[in-house]
């Protein structure tokens, strides 16, 4: 879980022509309206709804099963995700921080985490957005044997994804969502193959299973305003139409020396997360590309160069003016892309 614009009215066309697209305009803005209201049940349901499902998740040729477990109990809310395929990565979310198991790499990484669901919700939609994404309400279908009604979030450029999600037509949950480029081909699939909704979750259902011994544990630092005043300095010039800054401040990347700049740039519903590293710092960011090096080359101080594909988004990574600058997020590699070749000195003056 994720096409064209449509061809704009000509001046001078006839009458009845101006009259027919005057109609379907309305019955367009009516369909964007209902289709905002269900995903905004969706939201709700995904974060005050008991729900326990196996789904498979779908992306780059390869298929993965997978079990969901969410609680929402006093307010409060608990959810255990877990791979019932070979890695055994387990990711615990529990009072704004979340947990990651990863067995296959002897490691567990705890960083804050407050954003919602693991899976499934998208951020409120707002009529502003229009510009940038075109919102429908499909007809009735089935999924899983429920009847379900399909929404569809299509990007009007190239520069974001767009979705498709089938929601239960009684509870609004989420049975089968997709994430597509803007030529409507979908990049990430999941699919529930089981979806029950208890009345109580127990604990124990909660705990993870991986066994940490001798595991090597990670705490990422909070992002915290920028002090360091060269890196406070950096910020992208020329964003995609829509795209703006919501958020800076600075963050300790796994295995940096200093904190690096963290800047968050969003339409509203995409994100991209940009940092900027001071000279000979830089850290391996999970998944970033990895440049070709000689054997005396020491890839902790080798800078990053080009675009590498990290899950269904992209990362890009560049230099400018010394400092290492990452930019990453599940949008489009023009986006990533972009964002980090713009990115300068910036004299707040």
């Known amino acids: ?51 326990d499902g196996t789904f498979f998740h779908l992306s780059e040729g390869r298929v993965e099963t997978m079990r969901i477990l969410h609680r929402f109990k006093a307010g409060h809310i608990t959810e255990r995700l877990l791979s019932l395929d070979g890695s055994g990565r387990e990711f615990v979310r529990k009072d704004g921080e979340l947990t990651c198991y990863l067995p296959d790499q002897h490691t567990v990484l705890v960083e804050p985490q407050d954003h919602g669901p693991l899976i499934g919700s998208l951020p409120q939609i707002a009529a502003a957005m229009d510009e940038y994404y075109r919102l429908a309400l499909g007809p009735a279908t089935k999924v899983l044997g429920r009847a379900a009604r399909v929404i569809s979030v299509d990007p009007r450029d190239q520069y974001r994804f767009g979705y498709r999600l ?37 604990d124990s259902a909660l705990v993870p299973a991986v066994r940490t011994e001798g595991m090597r544990w990670v705490r990422q630092v909070p992002t915290r305003g920028l002090d360091a005043p060269t890196l406070s300095l950096f910020r992208s010039r020329q964003l995609p139409p829509g795209f703006r800054l919501t ?38 960011l999970a998944g970033a590309p990895i440049p070709a090096t000689s054997a005396t080359t020491d890839p902790a101080t080798t800078p990053l160069q080009g675009l590498a594909r990290v899950g269904s988004g992209f990362a890009f990574s560049t230099v400018v003016q010394g400092h290492q600058v990452t930019a990453v997020g599940e949008v489009p590699a023009k986006t990533v892309e972009s964002i980090a070749e713009s990115v300068q000195a910036h004299d707040p003056h």
């Open 247 to 284: 958020d800076a401040g600075e963050q300790t990347l796994n295995g940096a020396g200093a904190p690096a700049a963290h800047l968050v740039y969003s339409d509203g519903l995409a994100t991209v997360s940009v940092f900027v590293e001071e000279p000979g710092s830089r850290a391996a």
């Open 166 to 202: 089938w929601l239960d037509e009684s509870t609004a949950m989420p049975l089968k969502t997709q994430l597509c480029d803007a030529n409507g081909q979908v990049i990430e699939q999941i699919l529930f193959a089981r979806l029950d909704m208890p009345e109580s979750i127990p």
């Open 1 to 51: 879980m994720s096409l064209a614009v449509p061809a704009r009215t000509r001046w001078l066309l006839p009458c009845a022509v101006l009259g027919a697209f005057a109609m379907a305009g309305g019955e367009l803005a009516r369909g964007a309206e209902a289709a905002r209201a269900w995903l905004d049940k969706m939201n709700q349901a995904l974060a005050t709804r008991n729900y």
